[in-house]
Structures are given as C-alpha cells and as structure tokens.
C-alpha cells in the first residue's frame, strides 16, 4: 500500500506562488508516472499536470500551463508543483497521484493511490 502526503498549500493573494510537495511511502514510485489534480468546491475533480517516471516528459492543463511546473525527485520519493501567478479560479484541494503507468496520462482513471489533499487558497 503506498500513502502519499501533500503539503504546502495555504492562502495566498493573487499573483503570489505556492510550492506543492506529494512524498510517497516507498520508493517504488520511482518507476510510474505521478499527477496532481484538483477540485474546487462545488466541481469535479480535473486534471493538472502529470509527470512520467523519470521526470523527462511533462504534460500540462491547458488552464495552468506556463504558470505551474511539476517535477520530481526520485531519490526524496517526492513530486512538487511549483505554482506562480495564481489566479482566484486556482482555488481547489490540490491531490497527488501514482499511476498505474510509466508514461503522462491526464486521466484520473490512471492513477491507482491518491493523496488526502492540500488546500490552496486564492484570494485577494
């Protein structure tokens, strides 16, 4: 079983950054892809940036791209989102998942363990 523990979210103001970090139980998440997803109240959960195993390949929503950046560190067992110029409509529970993949996939339907969440906040 792999538990996945987010951290780093909080309140902000418009145009500020966040750095998101999903650290796994064990390390062999080294060998799948990783994704952060996200759900505003009121809406489903939607996909955001996905990363496959060894880092080299990314893929973003269209909604975030040039604004977050997913990365990972294989040896830290940990996956980050680096977030900057957040806007009000980024305000969601932000989660991270390992898929059951090598490669990026955009679907939630990929992803085998999920985090609790971290709250992300953005509001003047």
């Known amino acids: 079983q792999v538990q996945l523990a987010e951290s780093g979210g909080g309140l902000v103001h418009p145009g500020d950054s966040l750095r998101l970090s999903c650290e796994a139980s064990?390390?062999?998440?080294?060998?799948?892809?990783m994704g952060w997803f996200r759900q505003a109240p009121g809406k489903g959960r939607e996909f955001v940036a996905t990363?496959?195993?060894?880092?080299?390949?990314?893929y973003y929503a269209a909604s975030v791209e040039g604004r977050l950046t997913i990365s990972r560190d294989n040896a830290r067992n940990t996956v980050y989102l680096q977030m900057t110029d957040l806007k009000p409509d980024d305000t969601a529970v932000y989660y991270c998942?390992?898929?059951?993949?090598?490669?990026?996939?955009?679907?939630?339907?990929?992803?085998?363990?999920w985090g609790q969440g971290t709250q992300v906040t953005v509001s003047s």
């Open positions: 998942a390992v898929a059951t993949t090598t490669y990026t996939s955009s679907l939630s339907s990929d992803y085998r363990y």
């Open positions: 064990i390390r062999t998440i080294s060998g799948y892809a």
């Open positions: 990363i496959n195993w060894s880092g080299s390949t990314t």
